[in-house]
C-alpha cells in the first residue's frame, strides 16, 4: 500500500522546438529518469511537445481530444513508467470558432486520464514592443479543474494563469495542498515576477507550488525563462533549475502542510 504522507514528485524542464519527435523523445528520457529515481509524479511544462515560430501554427497540430496523439503518447508513458504525468499542456482542437484549447491533462500511473484543465487566463501583452495574443487562437477555459492522486489534492493552473491568485484561493479553499505550473514564461516577466508569484502562491494558500518551465530560445526567436521550482508552503524553494534543460525532484509531506496551516492557520482568518 502507497504511503500517502509522502509523495516524490519530479518537476521537468525543456527547450522544446517545432519538431514534435523530438520534443517527445526528450521528455521520454526525462520521464524515465523521474520514474528512475522513484518519483511518483512528473510534470512537464506548457507547450512540451511543440513550440513553433507562430502562436497560429498551434492550429495546424492540435488534435481532437479523443483522437490525439499527444494524449495517447502521456498514457503510455504513464502507463510504462508506473507513474503519474501532469502533461504540460496539450493542444486540443476548440469549439467550432477555429481556436484550440490548451490544455492540462492528468494520468494515473496506469495511463488514465483523470482530469483535464484548460487554461483560463489567457496571455494578450505587448512587452518591449514584443505583441503576444494568445486569444487569437485559443479559447479561454471556464473553470478550474483538480485531481485526487494518493491522498494529495492538486489544483491546476496554466502559466498566464499565476497572475490571478483568486484561482488558487478557490484550490486551497476546497482542500488542494498541491499547485502545478506548467509553463513558458518569457524572459522580461520570468526575470522580474517568476519567484515572486511562485512562493506568493505558495506561501498564501500553505501549499506545495510544483512550477515546470520551458527555456532557452525556440523557434521565432521566442525566449523562455526556465528557473522550474518545487517550493514548500513556507514558500522555501526546495529545488530549482537555471537555465539548461533537466530534472529536479523533492519530497513533499502532508506533515509539513498540516504543521504550517496549525501554526500560522491564515486561511482560516479570511475575512472575504
Not at 90 to 114: D, M, Q, Y
Request: hydrophobic share 40%; glycine share 8%.
Amino acid at each position: 500500500m502507497l504511503d500517502s504522507s509522502t509523495i516524490n514528485i519530479a518537476c521537468i524542464q525543456l527547450n522544446s522546438g517545432a519538431v514534435r519527435q523530438e520534443n517527445l523523445e526528450r521528455a521520454s528520457s526525462f520521464i524515465s529518469e523521474a520514474a528512475g529515481r522513484q518519483c511518483r509524479l512528473a510534470l512537464l511544462p506548457e507547450n512540451f511537445s511543440f513550440m513553433g515560430a507562430d502562436e497560429s501554427e498551434k492550429l495546424s497540430v492540435a488534435e481532437e481530444k479523443n483522437s490525439s496523439s499527444i494524449l495517447a503518447y502521456l498514457s503510455n508513458q504513464a502507463r510504462k513508467h508506473g507513474i503519474i504525468i501532469i502533461g504540460g499542456t496539450v493542444p486540443l482542437k476548440g469549439s467550432s470558432n477555429g481556436k484550440i484549447r490548451n490544455s492540462c491533462p492528468v494520468f494515473s500511473a496506469e495511463g488514465e486520464l483523470i482530469a483535464l484543465y484548460d487554461k483560463m487566463h489567457l496571455f494578450d501583452a505587448d512587452l518591449n514592443g514584443k505583441e503576444y495574443y494568445e486569444s487569437a487562437t485559443v479559447e479561454a477555459g471556464a473553470a478550474p479543474e483538480s485531481a485526487s492522486i494518493d491522498g494529495w489534492k492538486i489544483g491546476l493552473s496554466i502559466c498566464y494563469d499565476l497572475r490571478f491568485p483568486e484561482l488558487y484561493r478557490h484550490y486551497s479553499s476546497i482542500g488542494c495542498n498541491m499547485l502545478t505550473i506548467p509553463a513558458a514564461f518569457t524572459v522580461p516577466t520570468g526575470k522580474a515576477h517568476w519567484e515572486v508569484l511562485l512562493r506568493a502562491r505558495a506561501i498564501e494558500n500553505q501549499a506545495y507550488v510544483i512550477a515546470a518551465g520551458q527555456s532557452g530560445m525556440h523557434p521565432g526567436d521566442r525566449k523562455t525563462w526556465g528557473h522550474s521550482m518545487i517550493i514548500d508552503p513556507w514558500g522555501d524553494i526546495l529545488a530549482t533549475l537555471g537555465d539548461e534543460e533537466g530534472i529536479i525532484t523533492a519530497e513533499l509531506s502532508h506533515s509539513k502542510v498540516k504543521k504550517i496551516r496549525a501554526a500560522l492557520p491564515a486561511l482560516k482568518h479570511r475575512r472575504v
